[in-house]
């Protein structure tokens, strides 16, 4: 698989990438063009905010124009008006920083819905992979149950067993192949819905491995845990915005009107008016205390839902880490039950040799040892797709 090297910062953290070849660009070449198009809008809109939040503070200038049409003259009137706050007790300033984390917790959460969608496409991977080993297996319990078949009805046509026990042997025969269909169009359903994340055919990439890392390093760099984080400033911002609104302010303020006597009729002359000044206000609500109240508890509710965050967190990661020991010890007793089947074989072909036992024996027990080697493949790749729900977390 083409994997970025950026992808470790991006999506994966610190995970160890095993015989694989990087890629410096597999955030980009994995996702559609689309839908990388859409990040990057998604990204330039976020900038765009922010911007015109610092800048709300800032009151426009008014320019007017006005042309009287009368039947003794024609005047015309040129208005220029500026009313721009200058002090408000902090709240330009906390104008501001409500500006910069507001930006800071939608960065994030842009990283975020691109971290899932990658771990999307990685997840279809894994799937399909999973299902050609599923296809593998399932063909080989055809072939175990053909054979079973052909026993069986050698037994009965000789009379040694009922046909009770063909009928079954022909059930299993067909369950197989009736799996074996239900997979082959599985597999092309995931590669659909890879396709509609892709840019790239899946083929083209190969499945990363993940290994464990520990606790305390999932929560330092849970990227939920900084998007909570960024929440609790931008909303303490807010509610210092809030009481701010509330307090006095100063505004600087500056007319300027002139009139312009097109016709050039006696006695009435060009003439200007300006004045400018300062204003101080302080705004009386009676929904003051209320409104402040309420950005408060919104601020403290913020940080309860941090605290909250961490402990699911945890809980979320000792949970995978349980999933991932018991598919550990099914590895291992998988490679016990191949251990097994290794020493057996090496009997039943002493025994093929000997003539006590037929070629159909020796063929049901390799093709069960191979069903068990790619049983422990499947293991592997459940347990790479529990770890992956890990490193989709970490920033």
């Known amino acids: 698989m083409h994997f970025l090297k950026s992808l470790s910062k991006l999506l994966l953290g610190s995970l160890l990438l095993s015989n694989l070849q990087a890629s410096n660009n597999f955030d980009e070449e994995i996702l559609s063009d689309t839908r990388k198009k859409t990040f990057d809008l998604n990204e330039e809109q976020i900038k765009e905010d ?126 197989s192949k009736q799996s074996l269909i239900t997979l082959k169009y599985q597999k092309i359903e995931y590669i659909n819905n890879f396709n ?30 900084a998007k909570a984080k960024a929440d609790i400033i931008k909303d303490e911002n807010f509610k210092a915005i809030t009481i701010a609104k509330y307090l006095p302010s100063v505004n600087a303020f500056y007319n300027y009107s002139k009139n312009h006597y097109t016709n050039g009729k006696p006695g009435l002359e060009n003439s200007y008016e300006q004045d400018f000044g300062l204003t101080v206000t302080l705004p009386l609500d009676s929904r003051t205390f209320n409104d402040i109240e309420s950005k408060k508890i919104e601020a403290l509710k913020s940080k309860l839902s941090y605290k909250n965050k961490i402990d699911d967190e945890k809980t979320f990661y000792k949970n995978q880490v349980q999933k991932v020991n018991m598919l550990e010890e099914r590895i291992a007793i998988t490679k016990e039950d191949l251990g097994l089947y290794n020493s057996i074989l090496t009997i039943i072909k002493e025994e093929k040799e000997a003539q006590l036992k037929t070629q159909s024996d020796l063929d049901t027990l390799q093709n069960s040892q191979k069903i068990k080697s790619l049983d422990l493949k499947i293991f592997e790749i459940d347990r790479q797709m529990e770890l992956l729900e890990l490193y989709v977390k970490l920033k």
């Open 50 to 175: 922010s911007l015109k939040l610092k800048k709300d503070w800032i009151n426009p200038i008014n320019l007017q124009y006005t042309k009287y049409l009368g039947e003794d003259y024609k005047n015309e009137k040129s208005l220029i008006s500026i009313n721009q706050p200058i002090f408000r007790s902090g709240g330009i300033y906390q104008a501001i920083k409500y500006a910069d984390s507001t930006y800071d917790s939608s960065s994030i959460q842009i990283n975020q819905e691109r971290k899932k969608l990658i771990k999307e496409a990685i997840n279809f991977l894994y799937l399909i992979e999973k299902t050609n080993l599923n296809i593998k297996k399932t063909k080989l319990s055809v072939l175990n149950a053909q054979i079973d078949v052909n026993r069986k009805k050698e037994q009965v046509l000789n009379g040694f067993l009922d046909s009770s026990f063909l009928d079954n042997a022909l059930l299993t025969l067909n369950d």
């Open 196 to 225: 509609n994340i892709s840019s790239k055919d899946y083929s083209e990439f190969e499945l990363p491995k993940f290994e464990f890392f520990d606790e305390k390093e999932y929560i330092q760099r849970n990227i939920d845990l």
